[in-house]
């Protein structure tokens, strides 16, 4: 409808009370007549009802309302009526009027301020139709970073792919295995991967440890031997011992533990020589792991470092662990080779069918059950309450689809592979125990006792100024072969040590019993082999 030019508001039908008003207003609607132009006259009787954007109804129209016209007070010079309301939020209609409103068909003008609410929102802040993500050719590259980022759009199969239903899935549906595991991993072709300088022969397995750069410690003194002393045990301590070692076995008896009588106490202490060389291994090897996005660190980005420039430290000396770091500007992106970029895999339940039988019925859909009939017993058939009588059942690994997310690329269709670093920190100990008793050698290895020398440098001296010739001896021995051997590994630090573990002989006599039992280490350790009660009354030694 066109637009009328002589005058935007004519009097409706029916206002006969009005009137008087109406025209007392009459010059200031006038000055509004351009604000007005391109806006439809209202409608004879009730106005239709325009919806405000967003769904929000038009203020409520019953009861009566203000007398717009004349209770309203007139707006300033050169401002169209109601401009403020432009600033409101466009969801919300403009707040209500004081005092008492006028009857509907003095309505109109309010509802002209809503037009300029409708024009959506401003094309500086455009909106997504559907609320999606804008599409990757839309998204920027971050700053500072390689762009090397590559979109995660949907790719053809590549040659070679099964469709969507698989080519080795069986005609029958399989029993249910819950224990059955998906295909294997087929085997992976890096040949054509890109090769980082210095890393070409890096395969998937991991390679041959990496000589470390050739180094000579440097030259020092060798620094002054001081020696400690050890230590003694007791007639009282041995007999504490005793009655502890008696204690912690449930069927030894403790009577001659009590009763024995204590002859002889030799005292004495067995020497135990440490060597200890800290070394490291370095060896690499090809790893994926699926990608999820973001820039790659490949060759174009420079030259990767060596297998031995790369900084790694121990958490700790002498304890053994293996760090693990990805070794710079070697990575590339490849299409997945177990699930051929496609982001899922055959069950390995229902393999591919979506189906397994029914365990309860074995597929026939019935099961015996025993039913009481009088003073026995009868088999029936019935229907299987598993399957409820179709003797299959929908696999629960996969929900009935025949398919599993890829669990080496996690259904992201594409794998970042790197060169991996691994490091491995070694501690290499050997010993030498020197104890002239007869009681076990090994036994010392496991109690502590008085460190007499000890020694930390990057490579040792050997002991030679200790008053046992034998000590002294094997320390050489020891010095000589960690000094060369683990040519394939960097020797970080070496530790020498000489412990004194007091060990005593006890003879003592039980009635007619003459033996003897040792006591060793700060732990007061007891080897007894020929206590007398061993076993108490009511225990049978099968």
């Given amino acids: 409808m066109e637009p009328q030019q002589a005058h935007p508001y004519p009097p409706p039908p029916q206002q006969q009370g009005f009137a008087p008003q109406q025209q007392g207003f009459a010059p200031q609607q006038q000055g509004f007549a351009p604000q007005q132009q391109g806006y439809p006259p209202p409608q004879q009787g009730f106005p239709p009802q325009q919806q405000a954007p967003h769904g929000y109804p038009p203020p409520p129209q019953q009861g009566f309302q203000q007398p717009q016209q004349g209770y309203q007070q007139p707006p300033p010079q050169g401002f169209p009526p109601q401009q403020g309301y432009q600033q409101q939020p466009q969801a919300y209609p403009p707040p209500p009027q004081q005092g008492f409103q006028q009857p509907q068909q003095g309505y109109p003008p309010p509802q002209q301020g809503y037009a300029p609410q409708?024009?959506?929102?401003?094309?500086?802040?455009?909106?997504?139709?559907?609320?999606?993500?804008?599409?990757?050719?839309?998204?920027?590259?971050?700053?500072?970073?390689?762009?090397?980022?590559?979109?995660?759009?949907?790719?053809?199969?590549?040659?070679?792919?099964?469709?969507?239903?698989?080519?080795?899935?069986?005609?029958?549906?399989?029993?249910?295995?819950?224990?059955?595991?998906?295909?294997?991993?087929?085997?992976?072709?890096?040949?054509?991967?890109?090769?980082?300088?210095?890393?070409?022969?890096?395969?998937?397995?991991?390679?041959?440890?990496?000589?470390?750069?050739?180094?000579?410690?440097?030259?020092?003194?060798?620094?002054?031997?001081?020696?400690?002393?050890?230590?003694?045990?007791?007639?009282?301590?041995?007999?504490?011992?005793?009655?502890?070692?008696?204690?912690?076995?449930?069927?030894?008896?403790?009577?001659?533990?009590?009763?024995?009588?204590i002859k002889n106490i030799l005292p004495g202490s067995a020497l135990h020589y440490e060597l200890e060389t800290y070394t490291e291994q370095r060896n690499t090897n090809r790893v994926h792991m699926p990608y999820y996005g973001g820039p790659v660190d490949g060759p174009m980005n420079g030259i990767p470092p060596g297998p031995w420039q790369i900084d790694i430290r121990p958490d700790e000396l002498f304890r053994d662990h293996t760090k693990k770091a990805e070794v710079p500007h070697t990575s590339t992106l490849k299409d997945c080779h177990r699930c051929y970029a496609r982001g899922f895999i055959r069950c390995g339940r229902c393999y591919g069918r979506g189906r397994v039988r029914c365990s309860g019925c074995r597929g026939s859909g019935r099961r015996n059950k025993r039913v009481k009939r009088g003073d026995h017993y009868t088999t029936t058939r019935v229907t299987c309450s598993s399957c409820h009588g179709s003797g299959r059942k929908r696999c629960f690994r996969c929900g009935g689809d025949g398919r599993v997310t890829c669990p080496t690329c996690q259904g992201q269709c594409?794998?970042?592979?790197?060169?991996?670093?691994?490091?491995?920190?070694?501690?290499?100990?050997?010993?030498?125990?020197?104890?002239?008793s007869d009681m076990p050698d090994q036994l010392i290895r496991d109690v502590s006792g008085v460190i007499l020398f000890e020694q930390t440098l990057l490579a040792v001296w050997p002991i030679s100024c200790y008053p046992v010739e034998e000590i002294n001896q094997n320390s050489l021995s020891l010095v000589n072969h960690h000094r060369n051997s683990w040519t394939d590994r960097r020797k970080l630090q070496q530790r020498q040590r000489l412990r004194a573990v007091a060990v005593s002989e006890v003879h003592y006599n039980w009635k007619d019993v003459n033996t003897r039992y040792w006591v060793y280490g700060n732990e007061k350790k007891v080897y007894a082999p020929d206590y007398p009660h061993q076993c108490c009354w009511g225990c049978t030694i099968v």
């Fill in 118 to 261: 409708q024009q959506a929102y401003p094309p500086s802040q455009p909106m997504p139709s559907n609320g999606a993500v804008p599409p990757p050719e839309q998204m920027q590259t971050q700053p500072g970073l390689p762009n090397q980022v590559q979109e995660q759009a949907p790719r053809p199969l590549p040659k070679g792919a099964a469709d969507f239903k698989f080519d080795n899935v069986p005609d029958t549906d399989p029993d249910s295995d819950a224990e059955s595991v998906n295909d294997p991993t087929p085997e992976v072709d890096v040949s054509d991967m890109a090769k980082a300088e210095g890393y070409e022969n890096v395969g998937v397995n991991v390679g041959a440890p990496i000589p470390p750069p050739v180094y000579e410690p440097p030259q020092t003194e060798k620094p002054e031997e001081k020696f400690g002393e050890g230590s003694r045990i007791s007639e009282e301590e041995a007999r504490d011992a005793m009655l502890q070692f008696v204690a912690e076995h449930c069927c030894y008896g403790s009577r001659p533990a009590k009763q024995m009588s």
């Fill in 414 to 436: 594409t794998l970042r592979w790197f060169i991996q670093l691994t490091v491995n920190f070694i501690n290499q100990l050997n010993d030498y125990i020197l104890e002239k």
